[in-house]
């Protein structure tokens, strides 16, 4: 009686990490067997043998199942890294700029205030120019974490570049927006354990009230130029922008 095929293994074919097709092994046996010299002969020979051909099917879904999980995490973890500050792990300036239209758009449809902080570090350079290039990154690892550590989850902490940072905080301004900066300056000042402070701007917009609308270039000329004059009364202070229009020139 003539036994039935048995295949050992099967496996992906891969090019440049993507799954081209699946690779079958046959156990060798003594007795001749006839050459297979198409497709068709494999499948022909897999539905004579109902477990090989069952075997072959699983393999196939698993194979592709699971290069395509691979995938997509790639995908998603290159997505992430193209967003993100490599050295402190903040977004960067890409998804900032981004995430801000985002947030102009969603607080003007839900009427909600919209605060961005503009800081920018005083003493950084004396820490580079002292102590090296090495010293001055994890001084801006450090402060990123004191930064992190007082924002909310619905804050966007951003790295601008450079000493620079940035925070989106949707749903506050005012007064709620002034004492966020106040705790992160503190944080910086405080939780890094260097001799480092910051000067940062706060520029808000209420969409309740003022209506007249606003774009993100407006918000952030806003916020960076009340982070200078934060520097020009001495540093390591906060400054609250005019009003937004009237910072970025607008009527």
Same mark, same amino acid.
């Given at each position: 009686?003539?036994?039935?095929?048995?295949?050992?293994?099967?496996?992906?074919?891969?090019?440049?990490?993507?799954?081209?097709?699946?690779?079958?092994?046959?156990?060798?046996?003594?007795?001749?067997?006839?050459?297979?010299?198409?497709?068709?002969?494999?499948?022909?020979?897999? !539905?004579?043998?109902?477990?090989?051909?069952?075997?072959?099917?699983?393999?196939?879904?698993?194979?592709?199942?699971?290069?395509?999980?691979?995938?997509?995490?790639?995908?998603?973890?290159?997505?992430?890294?193209?967003?993100?500050?490599?050295?402190?792990?903040?977004?960067?300036?890409?998804?900032?700029?981004?995430?801000?239209?985002?947030?102009?758009?969603?607080?003007?449809?839900?009427?909600?205030?919209?605060?961005?902080?503009?800081?920018?570090?005083?003493?950084? !350079?004396?820490?580079?120019?002292?102590?090296?290039?090495?010293?001055?990154?994890?001084?801006?690892?450090?402060?990123?974490?004191?930064?992190?550590?007082?924002?909310?989850?619905?804050?966007?902490? *951003?790295?601008?570049?450079?000493?620079?940072?940035?925070?989106?905080?949707?749903?506050?301004?005012?007064?709620?927006?002034?004492?966020?900066?106040?705790?992160?300056?503190?944080?910086?000042?405080?939780?890094?354990?260097?001799?480092?402070?910051?000067?940062?701007?706060?520029?808000?917009?209420?969409?309740?009230?003022?209506?007249?609308?606003?774009?993100?270039?407006?918000?952030?000329? *806003?916020?960076?130029?009340?982070?200078?004059?934060?520097?020009?009364?001495?540093?390591?202070?906060?400054?609250?922008?005019?009003?937004?229009?009237?910072?970025?020139?607008?009527?």
């Amino acid at each position: 009686m003539q036994r039935s095929t048995r295949y050992s293994w099967a496996g992906g074919l891969l090019s440049a990490g993507a799954p081209l097709g699946l690779l079958l092994l046959r156990l060798a046996r003594r007795r001749p067997r006839p050459a297979i010299h198409a497709i068709r002969d494999v499948v022909g020979e897999l !539905k004579r043998d109902r477990l090989g051909y069952l075997y072959v099917g699983a393999s196939t879904a698993v194979v592709f199942s699971l290069f395509g999980f691979i995938l997509g995490r790639q995908a998603d973890q290159l997505l992430r890294l193209s967003r993100t500050d490599p050295l402190t792990g903040l977004s960067n300036a890409r998804e900032l700029f981004e995430r801000l239209d985002v947030e102009l758009i969603r607080c003007r449809r839900r009427a909600e205030p919209l605060t961005m902080l503009v800081i920018d570090l005083d003493g950084l !350079k004396r820490i580079n120019d002292e102590h090296g290039h090495r010293a001055g990154d994890q001084a801006l690892r450090r402060v990123a974490d004191a930064i992190r550590s007082v924002l909310r989850r619905t804050d966007c902490g *951003a790295r601008w570049g450079g000493d620079e940072f940035a925070v989106l905080a949707p749903g506050i301004s005012g007064a709620a927006g002034v004492a966020l900066a106040e705790r992160i300056r503190a944080s910086i000042q405080q939780g890094t354990g260097l001799p480092l402070s910051a000067s940062i701007g706060v520029a808000s917009f209420d969409p309740g009230g003022d209506p007249r609308p606003i774009d993100a270039d407006a918000l952030m000329h *806003a916020a960076d130029a009340a982070m200078y004059e934060a520097k020009r009364r001495g540093r390591n202070t906060v400054v609250v922008a005019a009003r937004v229009h009237e910072a970025a020139g607008h009527t």
